[in-house]
């Protein structure tokens, strides 16, 4: 009993940061059809953002999480304009200029602050105990926003007239166009959302586990797994996906430590196997 | 045993790289040339990854090393000087490294921080036939090369740390000597990433306590994947097989550390957290993880403790040593072994009357270092050399014992395989070093006559 | 020569300067201490160059077999490592176990790893796009793992997760006649895949990519050529990843199935140009080549080698091969036809550029 407590409450958290992850990438592949290869550096770059503004002018945590969110949200469309816009219609010159940057990042983050993992202070410190599974604050404060986070960009995106445009576009560039939606600004919007939210997974990360330099392909590992799996531009689809991939690694986990990272991959060879177009999407991509 | 570290440079720093490579630009490397004889400076080359906290440390090390022995007249009257190359943690890159060295000259080679990067070495000392002294990797598959192959492969003497089947029995040392019998534990945790190395060690705990007579019971064995995230649900499986018993959980990580720490500390797991746990060798382990180091134990080769008589001298240099990276100023263990190296250069060349600059000379230097540790006739290791990490001495040819049999068996070697040219563990030799996070300084514990303060627990259990 | 019309296809040219930038790559290690006489003196200096140039064979060869799938069938690989890994591990287990002759070692080697790739092909016949660059990126990460998680116990024990084959996988100490067997083994190669790309077999490659259901509507039997490219390609690269383990003596994750070596092949088959077969081979050598003539940096190394390519691929989109290419027609026209002609020869000439038509 315990411990099916603890595998549902476990695997909450980590879903959820996986869907926060997933979905900049899956929007940016909807509407601009680009697979933004450095998106996991993108998350990465966000964490360290902040842990360099807490240590060089020493700012608290509130204040260095949202000067790193914002700043993923200017870097992402300046690193668009500068690698991805002028190679636009090479698809396969876009996704190694995003590789390339992808490394590029990891890099340099690891020259300036090491390879070796970073933590972010804990938002809320301590625990308590429920059905024998120990929960910290942190971890319900974390579910909690993210959970929050998801939910308003659902209601952007089902509300607001940009949210519109962009579910608009990705479903149909022409029929967009043709409505007169401004293509290239909201592009060129997305990718500032798509930072943003990659850094906002990043912040929770460093905060929750910890983050390395490397975690870089780790996470875009994830954000593609998550998005093929639920299907290409599929937001509810990432959404699914997401939890799959969060709950088969806790539950794994519970039984055999040491293969978490194997299993999950197996698990995501089998489904793409069985469903070539992902979960939730339209046959032939 | 290896790990990337910590790393961080200052805008002064970066300018200096940017200076740097503009000139490196300017010039081609194919255009330098040996080191011409005479009254050259004698040239050491090191080889290691340059992008971490472990190499920059190292180097430190070498030139505050190299810098005193010129003041003091260098070695047979000639000075000395550092050369260094980048060995990328790879196998393909380690080798390259060697090669770009004794191109540019060096006569001497020391470094290797992965064992990964010295595993792929062994492909081309027998090319280089140059002295080369390992600072930092563990892997015993290099002096068993040494033994199959002597001539090819006598040029390799590892100065430290202890091999990594040694580790295991630092570890039952430290588990019987401080865990049970000055801590009065009942039982531990062994908390392992899923790592080659941690192999023998998880497989051998639970044996060699029983051998050693001891009634520490291992009351779990958890070995988790090198990418684990979330450590919550292993470290709540670790308190509850430790209910009732008194102990703490023994961690055997090198890859992971800092993630399994401050989540280990931010959850507040009631058990001490003692072991070996390579991150925290790094000099900024308490800065890397938001203070979360407080009262972390783990195993290294060196510390500031009397370790002997040169330890604090050395540490205390280190840090006032402001002519390469002043903000690096605790040094790593591998700091220690290189500084090492570099007088047991100077000792064994002065013994030699000679600088290794070709092959005999090279072999007249790898006899004296030889004599360091050779055994006497009462069966005990004599005529060692002290160095900052300890008295140091070098397992000799066909000497059987160095690591117990059964552990050996195990690994697919004969029971009476030899380790000649690594560095003798033992009680007054190489010994393992314990230190725990205290206040953000690394404190020896153990051993008793090194301890320069007393076991903490973690503030949440004080 | 005598009829400057025909100049706009300069073919023979092209052939020529293949021609000569072999030799040139044959000459190398008798070339280069003429060129520096300090590597007379001392044998380390050329060592080095040329086991740098060994590397790089190698990493041309598996370039090119990225480049027949990703530049000609157009199928985005993202697990290269996988086939380069299965080469690798072959090599090592098999030469600690049976010790046979290294040619007969890698061949098998190449053998195991296209079994790899026709295991790979079945599901890939299905995917299509970034689907399938996952599937091919999730085959190479799980059997990574695998190797972590399995450990095998075989060679020099205690080399912490390798597969240590020293005295086993060894072809020679004489750096020269290594890189000379690399260099063989990537010409080999190179005319093996020229002479491929050039038969129908390379045209119903090219066909999948530019409309693989058009393919199909015309009747070509896209799932066997598919399963093919898969096969040949993971030969090729089992092929350099088996001789890899033979110059650095040990097989082990990092070493042999690092998602690096896939993204180091990707960016010296771009840089150099796709689906060109040769252009792969310019791009691995000037990638090793600078990599390793970047190792006076230091630290900053590899941010500066990976800048310089992401560097090149946008200021030369088509590829270095491509680029040099036009360069050299621009310079024969200018030697040979009239001022008025050069710029339509020009204008038809790019037009091939980088890719048969």
Same mark, same amino acid.
């Given at each position: 009993m315990g411990g099916i407590v603890e595998v549902l409450i476990l695997g909450f958290l980590i879903s959820s940061l996986y869907a926060l992850t997933a979905l900049g990438f899956t929007m940016i592949f909807g509407v601009a059809g680009v697979l933004n290869l450095a998106h996991g550096a993108f998350a990465m770059v966000g964490a360290y953002l902040a842990i360099w503004a807490m240590s060089a002018w020493g700012w608290g945590l509130p204040a260095a999480a949202a000067f790193a969110v914002l700043g993923m949200g200017v870097l992402a469309p300046l690193f668009y304009l500068v690698f991805v816009r002028p190679v636009e219609d090479r698809p396969i010159i876009v996704f190694l200029a995003t590789l390339l940057l992808a490394v590029i990042l990891e890099q340099s983050i690891a020259l300036t602050f090491s390879f070796n993992s970073r933590i972010l202070p804990p938002l809320w410190e301590g625990s308590f105990t429920l059905l024998?599974?120990?929960?910290?604050?942190?971890?319900?404060?974390?579910?909690?926003?993210?959970?929050?986070?998801?939910?308003?960009?659902?209601?952007?995106?089902?509300?607001?007239?940009?949210?519109?445009?962009?579910?608009?576009?990705?479903?149909?560039?022409?029929?967009?166009?043709?409505?007169?939606i401004p293509a290239r600004q909201i592009i060129l919007g997305v990718w500032g959302i798509s930072g943003a939210l990659a850094a906002i997974a990043g912040l929770f990360i460093g905060s929750f586990f910890g983050i390395s330099p490397l975690e870089e392909r780790l996470l875009l590992v994830i954000a593609f797994s998550t998005v093929v799996l639920g299907g290409l531009g599929s937001i509810p689809g990432s959404l699914w996906a997401a939890f799959i991939i969060g709950y088969s690694e806790t539950i794994i986990q519970q039984f055999a430590p040491e293969a978490r990272g194997l299993a999950s991959l197996a698990i995501l060879m089998v489904v793409l196997m069985l469903r070539p177009q992902g979960l939730l999407g339209r046959a032939a991509a | 045993?290896?790990?990337?570290?910590?790393?961080?440079?200052?805008?002064?720093?970066?300018?200096?790289?940017? +200076?740097?490579?503009?000139?490196?630009?300017?010039?081609?490397?194919?255009?330098?040339?040996?080191?011409? @004889?005479?009254?050259?400076?004698?040239?050491?080359?090191?080889?290691?990854?340059?992008?971490?906290?472990?190499?920059?440390?190292?180097?430190?090390?070498?030139?505050?090393?190299?810098?005193?022995?010129?003041?003091?007249?260098?070695?047979l009257g000639r000075p000395l000087e550092l050369i260094v190359s980048d060995s990328a943690g790879r196998a393909d890159q380690a080798p390259l490294a060697l090669q770009d060295l004794v191109g540019r000259g060096a006569q001497v080679l020391t470094g290797f921080f992965f064992s990964e990067e010295l595993i792929g070495s062994l492909a081309v000392i027998p090319i280089v036939r140059k002295l080369f002294l390992g600072t930092g990797a563990s892997t015993p598959a290099a002096t068993i090369r040494v033994s199959q192959d002597y001539d090819n492969f006598k040029f390799f003497f590892r100065v430290g740390p202890i091999n990594s089947f040694l580790i295991l029995q630092a570890a039952i040392t430290f588990a019987v000597g401080f865990l049970e019998r000055g801590l009065g534990w009942n039982a531990i945790v062994v908390f392992a990433e899923d790592a080659a190395w941690t192999q023998p060690i998880t497989a051998g705990f639970p044996l060699l306590l029983q051998a050693a007579g001891s009634k520490l019971q291992v009351a779990d064995t958890i070995r988790y994947a090198e990418d684990t995230t979330d450590f919550t649900a292993l470290f709540n499986r670790a308190v509850a097989a430790m209910q009732g018993k008194k102990g703490g959980i023994f961690t055997v990580?090198?890859?992971? +550390?800092?993630?399994?720490?401050?989540?280990?500390?931010?959850?507040?797991?009631?058990?001490?957290?003692? &072991?070996?746990?390579?991150?925290?060798?790094?000099?900024?382990?308490?800065?890397?993880?938001?203070?979360?180091?407080?009262?972390?134990?783990?195993?290294?080769?060196?510390?500031?403790?009397?370790?002997?008589?040169?330890?604090?001298?050395?540490?205390?240099?280190?840090?006032?040593?402001?002519?390469?990276?002043?903000?690096?100023?605790?040094?790593?263990?591998?700091?220690?072994?290189?500084?090492?190296?570099?007088?047991? @250069?100077?000792?064994?060349?002065?013994?030699?009357?000679?600088?290794?600059?070709?092959?005999?000379?090279?072999?007249?230097?790898? &006899?004296?270092?030889?004599?360091? +540790?050779? @055994?006497?006739?009462?069966?005990?290791?004599?005529?060692?050399?002290?160095?900052?990490?300890?008295? @140091?001495?070098?397992?000799?040819?066909?000497?059987?014992?160095?690591?117990?049999?059964?552990?050996?068996?195990?690994?697919?070697?004969?029971?009476?395989?030899?380790?000649?040219?690594?560095v003798r563990f033992g009680p007054g030799l190489a010994e393992g070093i314990w230190i725990q996070w205290q206040s953000g300084q690394p404190e020896v514990i153990f051993p008793p006559n090194l301890a320069t303060k007393p076991f903490v627990l973690p503030p949440w259990l004080r | 020569m005598s009829r400057p019309r025909q100049l706009r296809l300069p073919s023979c040219l092209w052939w020529i300067g293949l021609g000569l930038t072999l030799g040139l790559l044959l000459a190398i290690p008798y070339l280069l201490p003429l060129l520096f006489p300090d590597m007379k003196v001392n044998p380390i200096l050329l060592r080095r160059w040329l086991d740098t140039l060994t590397v790089a064979c190698l990493w041309a060869i598996l370039a090119m077999s990225w480049d027949l799938l990703g530049g000609y069938a157009g199928q985005i690989s993202f697990g290269h490592s996988l086939f380069f890994g299965l080469g690798g591990y072959t090599s090592a287990v098999m030469s600690v176990l049976f010790g046979w002759s290294p040619v007969l070692i890698i061949a098998l080697g190449g053998l195991v790893a296209a079994v790899g790739g026709l295991v790979v092909a079945a599901p890939a016949l299905r995917l299509h796009g970034p689907y399938l660059s996952l599937m091919t990126l999730v085959a190479a990460l799980a059997f990574e793992r695998l190797m972590r998680w399995a450990k095998p116990q075989i060679g020099i024990p205690g080399a912490e997760g390798a597969i240590l084959c020293i005295p086993q996988c060894f072809l020679t100490f004489d750096a020269t006649a290594k890189y000379y067997y690399a260099l063989g083994l990537m010409v080999g190669m190179a005319l093996l895949l020229y002479a491929l790309t050039r038969s129908r077999f390379g045209l119903a490659l090219e066909a999948i990519r530019d409309d693989e259901e058009a393919a199909q509507a015309a009747g070509l039997n896209t799932a066997k050529y598919k399963t093919l490219a898969f096969g040949m390609s993971a030969f090729i690269a089992g092929l350099s990843g088996a001789f890899y383990v033979y110059h650095i003596g040990s097989a082990s994750p990092k070493a042999v199935?690092?998602?690096?070596?896939?993204?180091?092949?990707?960016?010296?088959?771009?840089?150099?140009?796709?689906?060109?077969?040769?252009?792969?081979?310019?791009?691995?050598?000037?990638?090793?080549?600078?990599?390793?003539?970047?190792?006076?940096?230091?630290?900053?190394?590899?941010?500066?080698?990976?800048?310089?390519?992401?560097g090149v691929l946008l200021l030369v989109p088509g590829g270095l091969l491509a680029k040099l290419r036009v360069q050299l027609r621009r310079g024969w026209q200018a030697l040979y036809t009239p001022a008025g002609a050069v710029r339509n020869a020009q204008e038809t000439g790019e037009l091939g550029v980088g890719r048969r038509r």
């Open positions: 024998g599974t120990r929960i910290s604050y942190n971890r319900v404060a974390a579910s909690a926003i993210v959970l929050l986070i998801l939910l308003g960009l659902w209601l952007f995106v089902r509300r607001a007239r940009l949210g519109k445009a962009i579910l608009a576009l990705s479903m149909e560039r022409r029929g967009a166009a043709l409505v007169g | 045993m290896t790990e990337f570290s910590c790393k961080r440079h200052s805008r002064r720093t970066f300018l200096k790289y940017v +200076g740097a490579t503009a000139m490196a630009l300017s010039l081609s490397p194919l255009r330098e040339g040996p080191g011409v @004889l005479g009254q050259q400076p004698f040239r050491i080359g090191m080889a290691n990854p340059l992008a971490t906290f472990f190499g920059e440390a190292a180097e430190k090390a070498l030139r505050l090393g190299i810098s005193e022995i010129n003041a003091a007249g260098g070695i990580m090198a890859h992971t +550390g800092t993630r399994p720490t401050a989540q280990w500390a931010a959850q507040q797991v009631p058990l001490p957290l003692v &072991g070996i746990n390579v991150h925290a060798q790094d000099g900024r382990f308490d800065q890397n993880t938001q203070g979360a180091a407080e009262s972390v134990v783990t195993l290294t080769a060196g510390a500031r403790a009397p370790i002997t008589e040169r330890t604090i001298p050395f540490t205390d240099a280190f840090e006032s040593f402001t002519a390469f990276k002043p903000e690096v100023t605790i040094p790593s263990y591998n700091a220690f072994i290189s500084y090492d190296a570099i007088y047991l @250069l100077k000792a064994a060349a002065e013994k030699a009357g000679v600088l290794p600059t070709d092959e005999a000379s090279t072999t007249a230097v790898i &006899g004296e270092l030889e004599k360091f +540790g050779a @055994l006497g006739p009462d069966g005990k290791p004599t005529n060692l050399f002290t160095g900052t990490s300890g008295h @140091l001495g070098f397992y000799q040819r066909g000497e059987a014992g160095a690591v117990p049999a059964p552990l050996l068996v195990a690994n697919n070697l004969p029971p009476t395989q030899d380790f000649p040219h690594d | 199935l690092d998602l690096e070596i896939s993204v180091q092949a990707i960016v010296a088959s771009v840089l150099g140009g796709l689906g060109t077969i040769f252009g792969p081979i310019f791009g691995a050598f000037f990638f090793k080549i600078t990599e390793e003539y970047l190792r006076l940096l230091g630290a900053l190394r590899f941010v500066v080698l990976f800048s310089l390519a992401l």
